[in-house]
T-cell receptor
């Protein structure tokens, strides 16, 4: 079992649907991230939460709405998405330390989203 | 504008030989540089990192070299094994607000190690 678990692994939704992606980390970390991976593009940072507060929102459209109820769980709520939002959505976590951190993020296996 | 660039989308290497994956960056503020490995249908997994104040870090078959003046880093895998076949992402890290970190990724290089 990986330290970062994402569900569902695959999701197909219509443009008028509302769905959510879920991420859970079992590593005791206190920072969590959402990344988007589209075909032939680098991984793009979407949101960062540290100690349950959103600290980064990388100009993501409002049809993506993150939620971090506690340091172990992260959600990405989806509504009225577009076909171009089809991508692999990756959750990651890290430990925020004053020192000794090398920038390592631990990733989940991703949720493959298809918007019809 | 891409801050982290991997200009080779793919690389093929014979088993037992050296694999060299390259990465260039533009932002001098990065604290750490990392390499991630990704198999199909899995999330990226951390491989090796290097602090911006170092020029070399070695871990078994993997060595990362950093040339700050050229804003260039490379990952050497020797000897290459078929199980090393995967997509390798270069990433650069800088501290973000409230103790979190921003990683900026390259597009990846697909390494194929031929038996």
């Amino acid at each position: 079992e990986t330290g970062v678990t994402q569900t569902p692994r695959h999701l197909v939704m219509g443009m008028t649907n509302k769905k959510s992606l879920k991420c859970e980390q079992h590593l005791g970390h206190n920072a969590m991230y959402w990344y988007k991976q589209s075909a032939k593009k680098p991984l793009e940072l979407m949101f960062v939460y540290s100690l349950e507060e959103r600290v980064e929102n990388n100009s993501v459209p409002s049809r993506f709405s993150p939620e971090c109820p506690n340091s172990s769980h992260l959600f990405l709520h989806l509504h009225t998405l577009q076909p171009e939002d089809s991508a692999l959505y990756l959750c990651a976590s890290s430990q925020s330390l004053a020192g000794g951190f090398t920038g390592e993020l631990f990733f989940g296996e991703g949720s493959r989203l298809t918007v019809l | 504008d891409q801050q982290v660039k991997q200009n080779s989308p793919s690389l093929s290497v014979q088993e037992g030989r050296i694999s060299i994956l390259n990465c260039d960056y533009t932002n001098s503020m990065f604290d750490y540089f990392l390499w991630y490995k990704k198999y199909p249908a899995e999330g990226p997994t951390f491989l090796i990192s290097i602090s911006s104040i170092k020029d070399k870090n070695e871990d078994g078959r993997f060595t990362v070299f950093l040339n700050k003046s050229a804003k260039h880093l490379s990952l050497h895998i020797v000897p290459s094994q078929p199980g090393d076949s995967a997509v390798y992402f270069c990433a650069a890290s800088r501290r973000s607000g409230a103790g979190s970190y921003q990683l900026t990724f390259g597009k990846g290089t697909k390494l194929s190690v031929i038996p």
